[in-house]
């Protein structure tokens, strides 16, 4: 029987974890990222709970603690940056938080001998059968594979052509992140900063050697083409976080000279299916569940478990492709539901709000 063929579109975490489970399952496997590299830069995340088990499995582990950051206390100010409460991490045995770049080059590193990895190009059509996809390339001549897997995040190519415009299946939570490095290690590599006043929080996090700033405020929304010009992002963190004290003032200059700006909706996606004949989803472009961190944990173990799906069940792609989502679709609900309630405890929105949450982390010390 010839090999199946499956096409991974983007190269971040689920992507090339898929590659390596489903190449390692004897399909022929190539992953497409519109990035010219693997990405440079990337907030801490965890990898935690079930994914912890499937890095174990690819033998990255080593390198993942090699990279991890030494954070062990949040450190939580009041407005005018006096300290109002520590809280000591305590993670589940064996989970890491490392920068997202360095989880990703690992994963790539484990996959880039098991598949072939294709950069700076993307897809812009895909014409599906009943045994299999004509997809069409930005650069690449047109090829025919059995399986299509759109791993290409929250705004998803794969899922806007095959599913349909993203309006559709993006649900903002009405805050908008925006992240930067500043260049230089945190005076306390152990402690992360957390900053608030209603509405708007401002964090630092040390990294692993250079520390990262992060904006995260209540906002009534931004157009796509604020999400595409930098200058308008920059404008619009800058009017949110006019006259909050603290380090602000200088962050704020930092974010007007980053070269390296992330910016975007905190969003939910929410689709009544993750798969359309032999076109399917994987992380966040099925879930998206980026603010805490959990994402990168949940495309792990969901990509193995698509890999796992699809080797038991290698005449039935249909019945895969199901199981699939049932199986993950029980880790991502309750989090999914959870993210509400994260995001008012990270940026209440009002006064009493966060009062009300920095006398609770004073109350419990030892919560992580």
Same mark, same amino acid.
């Given at each position: 029987?010839?090999?199946?063929?499956?096409?991974?579109?983007?190269?971040?975490?689920?992507?090339?974890?898929?590659?390596?489970?489903?190449?390692?399952? #004897? =399909?022929? &496997?190539? %992953? !497409?990222?519109?990035?010219?590299? *693997? /990405?440079?830069?990337?907030?801490? @995340?965890?990898?935690? +709970?079930?994914?912890?088990?499937?890095?174990?499995?690819?033998?990255?582990?080593?390198?993942?603690?090699?990279?991890?950051?030494?954070?062990?206390?949040?450190?939580?100010?009041?407005?005018?940056?006096?300290?109002?409460?520590?809280?000591?991490?305590?993670?589940?045995?064996?989970?890491?938080?490392?920068?997202?770049?360095?989880?990703?080059?690992?994963?790539?590193?484990?996959?880039?001998?098991?598949?072939?990895?294709?950069?700076?190009?993307?897809?812009?059509?895909?014409?599906?059968? #009943? =045994?299999? &996809?004509? %997809? !069409?390339?930005?650069?690449?001549? *047109? /090829?025919?594979?059995?399986?299509? @897997?759109?791993?290409? +995040?929250?705004?998803?190519?794969?899922?806007?052509?095959?599913?349909?415009?993203?309006?559709?299946?993006?649900?903002?939570?009405?805050?908008?992140?925006?992240?930067?490095?500043?260049?230089?290690?945190?005076?306390?590599?152990?402690?992360?900063?957390?900053?608030?006043?209603?509405?708007?929080?401002?964090?630092?996090?040390?990294?692993?050697?250079?520390?990262?700033?992060?904006?995260?405020?209540?906002?009534?929304?931004?157009?796509?083409?604020?999400?595409?010009?930098?200058?308008?992002?920059?404008?619009? &963190?800058?009017?949110?976080?006019?006259?909050?004290?603290? /380090?602000?003032?200088?962050?704020?200059?930092?974010?007007?000279?980053?070269?390296?700006?992330?910016?975007?909706?905190?969003?939910?996606?929410?689709?009544?299916?993750?798969?359309?004949?032999?076109?399917?989803?994987?992380?966040?472009?099925?879930?998206?569940?980026?603010?805490?961190?959990?994402?990168?944990?949940?495309?792990?173990?969901?990509?193995?478990?698509?890999?796992?799906?699809?080797?038991?069940?290698?005449?039935?792609?249909?019945?895969?492709?199901?199981?699939?989502?049932?199986?993950?679709?029980?880790?991502?609900?309750?989090?999914?539901?959870?993210?509400?309630?994260?995001?008012?405890?990270?940026?209440?929105?009002?006064?009493?709000?966060?009062?009300?949450?920095?006398?609770?982390?004073?109350?419990?010390?030892?919560?992580?």
């Amino acid at each position: 029987m010839t090999p199946p063929s499956v096409l991974v579109v983007g190269a971040g975490i689920a992507g090339p974890t898929l590659a390596y489970w489903s190449a390692r399952n #004897g =399909a022929r &496997v190539t %992953v !497409v990222e519109r990035a010219r590299s *693997p /990405r440079s830069s990337g907030n801490p @995340v965890d990898v935690r +709970g079930p994914a912890l088990p499937v890095a174990e499995a690819m033998g990255v582990l080593p390198a993942l603690r090699a990279r991890a950051t030494s954070v062990r206390t949040l450190r939580v100010l009041g407005p005018s940056g006096r300290t109002v409460a520590r809280v000591r991490s305590s993670p589940e045995p064996g989970s890491l938080e490392l920068p997202r770049a360095d989880l990703a080059a690992a994963l790539h590193e484990a996959a880039r001998h098991e598949a072939e990895f294709v950069f700076g190009d993307t897809v812009t059509g895909l014409h599906a059968d #009943g =045994a299999g &996809v004509d %997809v !069409v390339f930005e650069r690449a001549a *047109p /090829r025919r594979f059995d399986l299509v @897997v759109g791993a290409d +995040g929250l705004h998803s190519t794969v899922r806007r052509l095959a599913f349909g415009p993203e309006r559709e299946f993006v649900r903002p939570t009405g805050l908008l992140v925006a992240t930067l490095p500043l260049g230089g290690p945190a005076p306390d590599p152990t402690e992360v900063l957390l900053h608030n006043v209603p509405g708007r929080l401002v964090s630092v996090h040390p990294g692993r050697g250079e520390a990262m700033a992060a904006f995260i405020f209540r906002h009534p929304g931004v157009t796509a083409a604020d999400l595409r010009d930098v200058a308008a992002q920059r404008r619009i &963190v800058t009017e949110a976080y006019r006259g909050v004290g603290w /380090r602000v003032p200088d962050l704020l200059d930092a974010v007007r000279a980053a070269e390296d700006l992330y910016f975007d909706e905190v969003s939910l996606v929410d689709l009544p299916g993750w798969s359309r004949g032999r076109i399917t989803l994987l992380g966040d472009a099925a879930s998206c569940l980026s603010l805490l961190g959990e994402g990168s944990s949940l495309a792990i173990a969901g990509a193995h478990t698509l890999a796992d799906a699809l080797a038991q069940r290698p005449g039935d792609p249909a019945a895969a492709l199901a199981h699939y989502e049932q199986t993950h679709r029980a880790r991502v609900t309750p989090r999914q539901r959870a993210m509400r309630r994260s995001a008012a405890l990270l940026v209440p929105a009002t006064t009493l709000g966060l009062t009300t949450r920095n006398l609770a982390a004073r109350l419990l010390p030892t919560r992580g």
